[in-house]
């Protein structure tokens, strides 16, 4: 996987967590540095956590799975994808301007399974765990953080866009891995 593709991969990733970071800013009254960092710092953190795991689960069992590897990656992908988009057409979650860990740590969790089974292909792909965790959370932390500022600043206009563009990037990718194995032996 090109460094090109990590990066549409990780703003694929990180567009739940802007979602619910513009929820977040919409919910806050007073906008502080610390509302941006605590959402960049969870969710980018758990999005680079979360594939790091699924890679090793992936690694564990890539050898049993070799042969069918490219249909797992293209499967993943997909149906996270289509559940972004089915998500983005979805109603409003409940605002709450808290940021706690009460709060925030099932946000992020939630907002990061999709990067667990990303994390599964990965081992398939022979990716660069290091490079690929490292773009994924902090390109997550900024646009977490931007997405609070722009829910503060705009409201929810931007919410269902958001996760409508990450699962198509997703499907996107999944074709492309797809075709690549198929075609050209990739």
């Known amino acids: ?37 605590t959402a960049g710092l ?11 795991i699924g890679w090793l689960l992936g690694s564990s069992f890539e050898g049993l799975i070799k042969n069918v ?10 149906f996270i994808g289509a559940n ?18 009460k709060v925030m740590l099932p946000l992020a969790v939630a907002t990061s399974i999709d990067a667990l089974a990303v994390g599964v292909t990965f ?15 902090a390109i997550t932390f900024v646009i977490s953080a931007v997405g609070v500022k722009i829910g503060n600043v705009f409201g929810a206009k931007y919410k269902s866009k958001a996760e409508l563009a990450g699962g198509i990037i997703l499907i996107a990718l999944a074709i492309k891995i797809l075709v690549e194995h198929l075609f050209f032996g990739a």
């Open 1 to 37: 996987m090109s460094i090109f593709e990590l990066l549409l991969l990780s703003v694929g990733l990180a567009m739940d967590a802007f979602a619910v970071s513009i929820c977040k800013g919409l919910s806050v009254k007073q906008l502080k540095p610390r509302h941006l960092l």
């Open 42 to 52: 969870y969710f980018g953190g758990f999005q680079a956590l979360m594939p790091l």
């Open 69 to 78: 590897d490219h249909w797992i990656a293209f499967g993943l992908l997909v």
């Open 84 to 101: 972004m988009v089915r998500e983005s057409f979805g109603k409003a979650e409940e605002l709450n301007d808290s940021i706690s860990p």
């Open 123 to 137: 081992a398939f792909l022979n990716v660069n765990i290091w490079l690929a965790i490292a773009l994924i959370g």
